[in-house]
């Protein structure tokens, strides 16, 4: 399983969690990483992104101030950091990695945020 997400959970509003994923099986050097997630009833859409040297970062609107994404050549990792998690932060998480050639999903990690 090239990508490995962890760190998800439930969260009281207000709160953090910091995500991890883990990649193997590929040069993770050379890919930009996103995280995406999707809530139930809705598509899939971008949270963040880093360049696979980590200088260029966006993020959607609904997490720009609040999210951070960075990115660990040298442990072939990439976190997304949630601070003052929303309500509708609540979705499943999933990592992925781009190069030109390929494409790779991992698992997913729940996010829940409530009271």
């Known amino acids: 399983v090239p990508l490995v997400e962890s760190g998800g959970g439930l969260v009281q509003p207000g709160g953090s969690l910091r995500l991890s994923c883990a990649a193997s099986?590929?040069?993770?050097?050379?890919?930009?990483m996103s995280w995406y997630r999707q809530a139930p009833g809705k598509e899939r859409e971008l949270v963040a992104s880093i360049s696979s040297a980590g200088g260029r970062i966006n993020y959607a609107d609904s997490v720009k101030g609040r999210f951070t994404i960075s990115k660990d050549n040298a442990k072939n990792t990439v976190y997304l950091q949630m601070n003052t998690l929303k309500p509708e932060d609540t979705a499943v998480y999933y990592c992925?990695?781009?190069?030109?050639?390929?494409?790779?999903w991992g698992q997913g990690t729940q996010v829940t945020v409530s009271s």
């Open positions: 992925n990695a781009l190069s030109p050639l390929y494409d790779y």
């Open positions: 099986g590929f040069t993770f050097s050379s890919y930009a």
